[in-house]
């Protein structure tokens, strides 16, 4: 075995092909942390699974875990191209539990969010996850957003959001005695998460079921069986071949792609659509310091700006106890590229050619220089900040960490808004659920995501 290649197999160890002949079971009984990975095994040249989901995010942690539990008698394997899990979307956002409000009524999204939520919160009551239900304001610094207020919590109304009010300005500073705005809308069910603890939990559920993940698995070809292994008769049965960079491959019968930032690109390996095409976005964040961080107690954003999917600056308390300011929304020129100068130019000419981005940047150039202009210069996010915390000055905040969203957009330059499941066609494409797009809020709707994957994985491979 390549020793850099990292298995972990559950209570049950399933996988076929005599792979964990001798193998470790997971490190250690249930603590109510997750465990460690395990070193150990044979090539993974010699594995086989019923379901094999690609990507080790939270999405995809959460539908392992999903399907293990619906179907315990099958072998389900995660691959995953890091030697962690859950190191990239999931590991890099603010941390927020969202209620609901921002989503369009009836949408996938909105249903999703509302029900994940409350999900959310059962999951880390019963696992001992700490969270905090710390609430949000969404403030109304200036005349003309107080119309888009309104509507907004209609919508959350709508959505079935929980304790919405409007508030005034008195209110307002009984919440947040630092903030200043004309009107808010009180969200109070909305909290914050350690969503990276939150996936090695789910990742710990899907060990403890039996299930089996492989990290530093990256997939770079999934192809139907020439033929069975010699001597196998698994190899009638297990006609999906999955193959990585080092030449090592998994056979499967199913295939759940949950690829976030690469989720075209493994669509395209399969033989299916690669549209939409996913462009990455960038999101700066500002770290308020230890000594101000007494300014904001719970979350503080704006108006959102409804054109856009992003949901502009706010403030947000972390678990920690740390104050982040942000995020911006810029283009990034690498996938996986968190600092301003990470450049790939394979992902900048797969932007450029293949995806809508251009006519995108043309209809919304002036938000697209604003944002830029405050990617650059500290001045400019701290005067915006100022319309809500006037107290706050240049000297009160550091920079501090990024994230890198994975925003899927058609040809046409049109955002994709909505969760997007797709398979193809032919034999391969019969084989294979692609969960081509799962935006913010993802996190906060994992397991009711979950539960729709799964769903959608045993309608159409008839389990």
Request: with cysteine; hydrophobic share 40%; charged share 20%.
């Amino acid at each position: 075995m390549v020793p850099a290649l990292r298995y972990l197999v559950g209570a049950r160890g399933r996988a076929r092909g005599g792979l964990f002949g001798g193998f470790p079971r997971a490190c250690g009984p249930a603590s109510g942390r997750p465990r460690p990975l395990c070193g150990g095994g044979r090539s993974a040249s010699t594995s086989s699974f019923d379901i094999v989901i690609v990507g080790g995010g939270i999405v995809g942690l959460a539908a392992a875990r999903a399907l293990i539990l619906r179907h315990p008698s099958l072998s389900i394997g995660v691959l995953e191209k890091e030697k962690d899990l859950a190191v990239h979307q999931t590991g890099h956002n603010s941390g927020v539990i969202h209620s609901g409000i921002y989503y369009k009524p009836e949408s996938l999204k909105a249903k999703l969010c509302v029900q994940g939520a409350a999900l959310l919160y059962e999951y880390c009551q019963q696992k001992g996850i700490s969270y905090k239900q710390c609430g949000k304001l969404i403030v109304a610094v200036e005349q003309e957003e107080i119309p888009r207020l309104k509507a907004l919590y209609e919508r959350g109304l709508q959505n079935g959001v929980q304790g919405l009010r409007l508030i005034q300005p008195e209110d307002i500073k009984k919440k947040e005695p630092y903030c200043r705005g004309l009107m808010a809308i009180d969200c109070p069910h909305t909290g914050i998460v350690d969503y990276r603890q939150v996936a090695l939990s789910f990742a710990q559920d899907f060990q403890e079921a039996g299930g089996s993940v492989l990290t530093n698995f990256e997939v770079n070809d999934i192809e139907m069986a020439k033929e069975g292994p010699s001597g196998s008769i698994d190899g009638m049965k297990y006609l999906i071949v999955i193959k990585n960079t080092k030449g090592e491959e998994i056979r499967c019968q199913y295939v759940v792609t949950c690829a976030g930032l690469y989720s075209d690109r493994i669509s395209e390996l399969s033989g299916c659509t690669s549209d939409p095409r996913i462009v990455p976005f960038r999101g700066d964040y500002l770290l308020l310091k230890p000594e101000k961080c007494y300014l904001v107690k719970g979350n503080i954003y704006p108006v959102p700006d409804s054109r856009f999917p992003f949901l502009g600056v706010h403030f947000t308390p972390r678990m920690d106890g740390s104050i982040w300011l942000g995020p911006n929304a810029v283009l990034a020129f690498k996938r996986e590229g968190y600092r301003p100068f990470d450049f790939s130019a394979t992902d900048v000419m797969d932007i450029i050619v293949n995806s809508g981005l251009i006519k995108l940047a043309y209809q919304n150039f002036s938000y697209g220089v604003t944002e830029m202009y405050k990617a650059c210069f500290l001045g400019a996010t701290v005067k915006y900040l100022q319309k809500f915390i006037p107290e706050i000055t240049i000297s009160d905040i550091l920079r501090g960490p990024a994230g890198v969203r994975a925003q899927a957009l058609d040809r046409d330059g049109n955002l994709v808004e909505d969760f997007v499941f797709d398979g193809g066609v032919g034999d391969i494409g019969n084989r294979i659920l692609h969960v081509r797009n799962a935006p913010s809020p993802a996190a906060t709707s994992s397991i009711a995501i979950s539960g729709i994957i799964a769903d959608e994985v045993q309608q159409r491979f008839e389990l």
